[in-house]
T-cell receptor
Framework: EAGVAQSPRYKIIEKRQSVAFWCNPI?????LYWYQQILGQGPKLLIQ????????DSQLPKDRFSAERLKGVDSTLKIQPAKLEDSAVYLC??????????????FGPGTRLLVL | AQSVTQLGSHVSVSEGALVLLRCNYS??????LFWYVQYPNQGLQLLLK??????LVKGINGFEAEFKKSETSFHLTKPSAHMSDAAEYFC?????????????FGSGTQLTVLP
């Protein structure tokens, strides 16, 4: 079974530029998550989708971050414009069912973003 | 609100020695607890999870963790460390209550295994 795919793996941009990350979850997984992992910290949830609807985006900086999951499969996370403090690893995860709290989340390899 | 505290951002053990990584949680409702491992340049992989069944949970690669409600702890152990165990380990908590359904991670513990 293929895992969660993410691209690109690395991205370097200058502040105020735009950047987009792509995620393809495990086939059949209804729930998709985007996390931000700053160096030295644990991942922090940015947004959670159930199929193509947003379940939780309470920690997403909506003035500069946006995400979509058209057709309920793959997803794109965008930052526009980027700030220095956005330098982090952006992790995508998916799980089969949303409402089971014990459900395992499967993580992709992440996209490492460096903002100069 | 829920939170996780991992004591010790770096832990070093000798190969063959006991591994003990500490995790304490705070949750207003009964929690579900997870340990994830992250190898360099890879995503997180689930090691084990506590879901209110047995308090002693066995996971992959010989790891296990014990849920102790009285101590609000969920420490991760392995009897004998192997070089391949070197990685970063994250404890996480999730509770079935409104916004607390979010998976909240600790800040991680980097495990070094010395030859």
């Amino acid at each position: 079974e293929a895992g969660v795919a993410q691209s690109p793996r690395y991205k370097i941009i200058e502040k105020r530029q735009s950047v987009a990350f792509w995620c393809n979850p495990i086939s059949g997984h209804a729930t998709l998550y985007w996390y931000q992992q700053i160096l030295g910290q644990g991942p922090k949830l940015l947004i959670q989708f159930q199929n193509n609807g947003v379940v939780d985006d309470s920690q997403l900086p909506k003035d500069r971050f946006s995400a979509e999951r058209l057709k309920g499969v793959d997803s794109t996370l965008k930052i526009q414009p980027a700030k220095l403090e956005d330098s982090a690893v952006y992790l995508c995860a998916s799980s089969l069912i949303r409402d089971r709290v014990q459900e395992t989340q499967y993580f992709g390899p992440g996209t490492r973003l460096l903002v100069l | 609100a829920q939170s996780v505290t991992q004591l010790g951002s770096h832990v070093s053990v000798s190969e063959g020695a006991l591994v003990l990584l500490r995790c304490n949680y705070s949750s207003s409702v009964p929690p579900y607890l997870f340990w994830y491992v992250q190898y360099p340049n890879q995503g997180l992989q689930l090691l084990l999870k506590y879901t209110s069944a047995a308090t002693l949970v066995k996971g992959i690669n010989g790891f296990e963790a014990e849920f102790k409600k009285s101590e609000t702890s969920f420490h991760l152990t392995k009897p004998s460390a192997h070089m391949s165990d070197a990685a970063e380990y994250f404890c996480a908590v999730r509770a079935f209550s409104g916004s607390a359904r979010q998976l909240t991670f600790g800040s991680g513990t980097q495990l070094t295994v010395l030859p």
